[in-house]
């Protein structure tokens, strides 16, 4: 079966804009989360969908949003973008019988 | 929040076996423990899981103790391919009940 599909991979933006990441996940896994990874602060989470509704939150400013939508599928947004958002934004689905997390190849978000 | 702590980096000979450690010691109630590994900039990538046993698949061993407040993931016969960065995770099996999750920066294993 098809993976966690993220797009677009790569993107460069400029300060102060903003965007928008979409994350398909595996068919029939029900829970998306979102995790943003830079060189110093490693692979943090952002949070975490379940059935259209968001279950859980990690530390990010209110520019960092998301939603899930009823096939599943899930996008993220930020908005007034800076600097120190460029990273890689990795999505992933949850297998819910293991727990298991399947991760997409994440979309690697540039701003200058 | 569900925290963990691992060594930043270690190295393992080709063909021996790599133990990875892990420190979980505010794991609650039935959280799992989880490894998964990421190589280059590559989505990370499942290994194991486990509860309270001691698990084993075809990638990795999974060595929990009996308070269950910290892990051992071992790779029986590392190669060049198991250079990666390691991560250690606890939560529930399913979605909701988390708190919130701490990957941190794993270790990196240089094989």
């Known amino acids: 079966k098809a993976g966690v599909t993220q797009t677009p991979r790569y993107l460069i933006k400029t300060r102060g804009q903003q965007v928008t990441l979409s994350c398909s996940p595996i068919?029939?896994?029900?829970?998306v989360s979102w995790y943003q990874q830079t060189p110093g602060q490693g692979l943090q989470f952002l949070f975490e969908?379940?059935?259209?509704?968001?279950?859980n939150k990690g530390n990010f400013p209110g520019r960092f949003s998301g939603r899930q939508f009823s096939n599943s599928r899930s996008e993220m947004n930020v908005s007034t973008l800076e600097l120190g958002d460029s990273a890689l934004y990795l999505c992933?689905?949850?297998?819910?019988?293991?727990?298991?997390?399947?991760f997409g190849e994440g979309s690697r978000l540039t701003v200058l | 929040d569900a925290k963990t702590t691992q060594p930043p980096s270690m190295d393992c000979a080709e063909g021996r076996a790599a133990n990875l450690p892990c420190n979980h010691s505010?794991?609650?109630?039935?959280?799992?423990v989880y490894w998964y590994r990421q190589i280059h900039s590559q989505g990370p990538q499942y290994i194991i899981h486990?509860?309270?046993?001691?698990e084993t698949n075809e990638m990795a061993s999974l060595i929990i103790t009996e308070d269950r407040k910290s892990s051992t993931l071992i790779l029986p016969h590392a190669t060049l391919r198991d250079t990666a960065v390691y991560y250690c995770?606890?939560?529930?099996?399913?979605?909701?009940?988390?708190?919130?999750?701490?990957w941190g920066l794993g270790t990196s294993l240089a094989v």
């Open positions: 992933a689905s949850l297998q819910g019988d293991t727990g298991e997390l399947f």
């Open positions: 068919s029939g896994h029900r829970s």
């Open positions: 969908y379940f059935s259209e509704t968001q279950r």
């Open positions: 505010t794991i609650s109630g039935n959280e799992y």
């Open positions: 486990g509860l309270k046993n001691n």
């Open positions: 995770i606890v939560r529930f099996p399913n979605a909701g009940n988390n708190r919130k999750l701490i």
